[in-house]
T-cell receptor
Framework: DTEVTQTPKHLVMGMTNKKSLKCEQH?????MYWYKQKAKKPPELMFV???????INESVPSRFSPECPNSSLLNLHLHALQPEDSALYLC??????????????FGNGTRLTVT | DAKTTQPTSMDCAEGRAANLPCNHS???????VYWYRQIHSQGPQYIIH???NNETNEMASLIITEDRKSSTLILPHATLRDTAVYYC???????????FGTGTRLKVLA
């Protein structure tokens, strides 16, 4: 079990669908992250939120839209995806401030398949 | 951004120490090194991190060279459950950007 919970675990969507991935943590972490991982590759950073504000966007296409409604929740809204967007999407969180060198805590991811 | 390089794969006999190297020759003075492992279909699991001193916890030891250009993760008595992909990560100084290396696929053999 992890302290970062991601839902759903699996998602299949068509290229015209709109769906959302959800991530939740209750560790008091104020930084939250989205990573994308293709098969047999390392995770690649997509977005970072700090204090509920978007601080890093790694040139991610606009069909991926992140949202951080509060300090415990992180969403990733998906629209008009392509089959090559199929991947494992990982959420993570970490402390900020004095705990700024604290490690990332990962969820177990959402496995997304775009048909 | 600091980059890390790791061997693609390694084998280790069960019960022996597994020594996993990582090169991070462009690391800055205040950038930490983190190690994670990932078992198939799960999220990465934190193992250990350090700045310049050697570190040890219940899972592993981390040895960082004096020039900080490389480090070694040591699993002192590898078990079959340690079979996983191990990632060395550097956090880019002044940001919350954690960059994964390519990872080492460790196979522990019975």
């Amino acid at each position: 079990d992890t302290e970062v919970t991601q839902t759903p675990k699996h998602l299949v969507m068509g290229m015209t669908n709109k769906k959302s991935l959800k991530c939740e943590q209750h560790m008091g972490h104020r930084a939250m992250y989205w990573y994308k991982q293709k098969a047999k590759k390392p995770p690649e950073l997509m977005f970072v939120y700090s204090y509920e504000k978007l601080s890093i966007n790694e040139s991610v296409p606009s069909r991926f839209s992140p949202e951080c409604p509060n300090s415990s929740l992180l969403n990733l809204h998906l629209h008009a995806l392509q089959p090559e967007d199929s991947a494992l999407y990982l959420c993570a969180s970490s402390l900020l401030g004095q705990g700024a060198n604290s490690p990332l805590h990962f969820g177990n991811g959402t496995r997304l398949t775009v048909t | 951004d600091a980059k890390t390089t790791q061997p693609t794969s390694m084998d280790c006999a069960e019960g022996r120490a597994a020594n996993l190297p990582c090169n991070h020759s462009t690391i800055s003075g205040n950038e930490y090194v983190y190690w994670y492992r990932q078992i198939h279909s799960q999220g990465p699991q934190y193992i250990i991190h350090g700045l310049k001193n050697n570190e040890t916890n219940e899972m592993a030891s981390l040895i960082i060279t004096e020039d900080r250009k490389s480090s070694t993760l040591i699993l002192p008595h590898a078990t079959l459950r340690d079979t996983a992909v191990y990632y060395c990560i550097v956090r880019v100084s002044g940001t919350y950007k954690y960059i994964f290396g390519t990872g080492t696929r460790l196979k522990v053999l019975a």
